[in-house]
């Protein structure tokens, strides 16, 4: 088939989804083109040796990558983002015709930076079926009525109507099918595909001398949280949890984020000393440092649109066989119990986290790596990248006509 591919990121971001998806369906035999912008995430400049301009377009074997101009405000105020959001959708619309006109079938990797532009190429393409991944679903009742609520509803309202005309949509986790249901999907069209990891870098590995230096200080339990430092995330909770174990365990976070000044204070404040920051590292180091450590910990609010959430952190730490603590409700939390790859309790309750961290301080080093063991099989058998790639290309086949089989399936249950 000739396949579009609508993606706000594509390498060489970290976006490994639509970066692998891209390479697999070329490799497949399929034509692939892909329609972006310029590299800015995650600092919200344009990358070092790249310019932005209307003329730039790269080819290999089957596959083409046509990028367009945005504005490089994606990680700054409200205001900001929303600028880039619109002025990519505007970039989009200006080219779509041209370069998607005649394909088959058009996949939109789904966040939220891409729901002006796939309202408006979904509808210059006209009869092209569209198939959706989802991967996040912004709530309508926002805490800022005058900011990032106003724009989440306009978000909604927007995806209601792509939800509508969509002739496949699948969902990166099993809550958010009932999600992307109450928006006005049709629910036959819904199909869950669980996203997979950079498997190129996120493997097991072994500890270097230099990781172990980094993470570990002594004989005691390390557990990590490796990635943002957000609003979403809600550290505070796990450095409060730590501080009242501080004989017991390390808490070693790694990355950075708008809440770390904030989580950093709190750190300080409460003295706990077994809490520790380590600067953003690139992800060919992590696996090291994975390994390294005990646990890794996987972090979300106890917010109604995150318990449809399966954060990439939790593939990757199951891709490479570490064993995970979840501070999560929903599908999370689900998965990691499902799968026996570790521990888990309810978000934003430290006492409940703290519990959690002296257990796994608790489990011996044998135990600890057959829970790895087994989220790993989990990871390979439900969320790797032959399996995920396996079933958007029948979700693609099936918009475009190709297989009369339908879409629906019972709601499936984790490993």
């Known amino acids: 088939m000739k396949i579009g591919i609508l993606s706000y990121h594509f390498p060489p971001e970290p976006a490994f989804i639509p970066g692998s998806l891209a390479e697999e369906l070329a ?37 083409s990558v046509r990028r367009v101009p945005r504005y490089p405000g994606g990680t700054a105020s409200v205001g900001g983002r929303m600028a880039s959001y619109l002025s990519f959708a505007g970039s989009a619309g200006l080219v779509a015709r041209r370069f998607l006109g005649d394909v088959d079938v058009l996949y939109v990797f789904q ?31 926002g805490a800022d009525e005058g900011g990032e609520g106003r724009w989440a509803a306009r978000m909604g309202s927007t995806m209601t109507r792509i939800y509508r005309t969509a002739a496949r949509i699948a969902v990166a986790a099993p809550s958010m099918r009932d999600l992307v249901v109450a928006a006005g999907a049709d629910p036959a069209r819904v199909r869950l595909v669980l996203n997979w990891t950079d498997e190129r870098i996120f493997h097991p590995a072994t500890p270097s001398a230099a990781a172990r230096q980094l993470v570990r200080r002594d004989g005691r339990c390390v557990v990590m949280h490796a990635g943002t430092i957000g609003e979403r995330q809600g550290l505070e909770t796990a450095v409060r949890a730590a501080a009242a174990l501080d004989r017991t365990m390390d808490l070693v976070l790694v990355g950075s984020g708008a809440a770390e000044r904030r989580v950093r204070g709190l750190a300080a404040e409460l003295g706990a000393e077994n809490v520790r920051f380590l600067e953003r590292r690139s992800p ?90 087994r989220g790993r099989a989990a990871y390979l058998r439900e969320m ?22 339908p879409a629906t399936e019972p709601r499936r249950k984790f490993a």
């Open 27 to 63: 490799a497949r035999g399929h034509e692939v083109r892909v329609l972006t912008g310029f590299p800015d995430y995650p600092g919200g400049h344009v990358y070092p040796g790249w310019r932005q301009r209307w003329h730039h377009e790269t080819h290999s074997q089957r596959l």
């Open 111 to 141: 966040l939220p930076a891409t729901t002006f532009a796939a309202a408006g190429v979904i509808r210059l393409l006209g009869r092209v079926p569209a198939v959706l991944h989802v991967q996040d679903v912004w709530a309508r009742d």
């Open 284 to 373: 060919v180091d992590m696996p090291e440092l994975y390994a390294a450590a005990d646990y890794q910990l996987v972090m979300l609010r106890d917010l109604p649109e995150l318990r449809g959430t399966v954060p990439g952190k939790l593939q990757a730490a199951l891709s490479c066989a570490a064993p995970v603590i979840a501070s999560a409700g929903g599908d999370t939390a689900e998965l990691v119990e499902r799968a026996r790859a570790g521990l888990s309790c309810p978000p934003e309750d430290w006492a409940a986290l703290a519990d959690r961290f002296w257990l796994a301080a608790t489990i011996s080093p044998p135990t600890r790596t057959e829970m790895g063991r």
């Open 384 to 405: 790797s990248l032959p399996a995920g790639v396996d079933q958007i290309e029948r979700l693609l086949h099936e918009a475009a006509g190709r297989v009369a089989q």
